[in-house]
């Protein structure tokens, strides 16, 4: 098997495994919350709260279900296409964990969306008064942060060229 096909094999199966982890505990809130019945953590400071969620992040937009389908199969689609792109160098082995978290939480959330319609979250920080969000959320913030700190802390710019460049490296080293 090449590297290429390796590496893809082992993004797709840290994304089915990361997906199972999000639909297992969304599992978990229906089965347990969804009866309105809270699980106090830490009084007055962390609990799980069942909350269908029809929005995006923080609840907003509510009701925009097909807009939210769409935007997540474009932006699956351009994970893949900048996971099949990046460089199999370990020093992009970051850029590509960081891939593979964004992927799994837009898939479980886009599941979802498909499967009811609405998002189940149930994390509730209240001593902030936190929106309640899932481990999908999780996903897509802690990729988000790592991607920004990749991009301002690690990768130099001939780094970032190599994995947004979707031109062809014979085109790139001929000059065209």
Known sequence: MNLKRKSC??????????????????????AYLKDGHSIILIQNVF????LENRGAAFGMM??????????????????????WKSPLEQRYRWARFVLVLLTAGALGNLLDRLHQGYV???FYFELINFPIFNVADIYVTCGTILLILLFFFYYKEEDLEA????????QQDQGG
Not at 163 to 170: A, D, E, G, I, Q
């Open 9 to 30: 094999m082992l993004g797709i199966l840290g994304v089915i495994i990361l997906l199972f982890l999000d639909q297992f505990t969304k599992y978990l809130a229906s």
């Open 47 to 50: 609990q799980l709260h069942y």
């Open 62 to 83: 509510q009701g925009m279900r097909y807009l939210f389908v769409a935007g997540t199969f474009l932006m699956l689609i351009l994970l893949m296409a900048v996971y």
């Open 120 to 122: 189940i979250d149930f």
């Open 163 to 170: 994995l947004t460049s979707f031109r062809k490296k014979k």
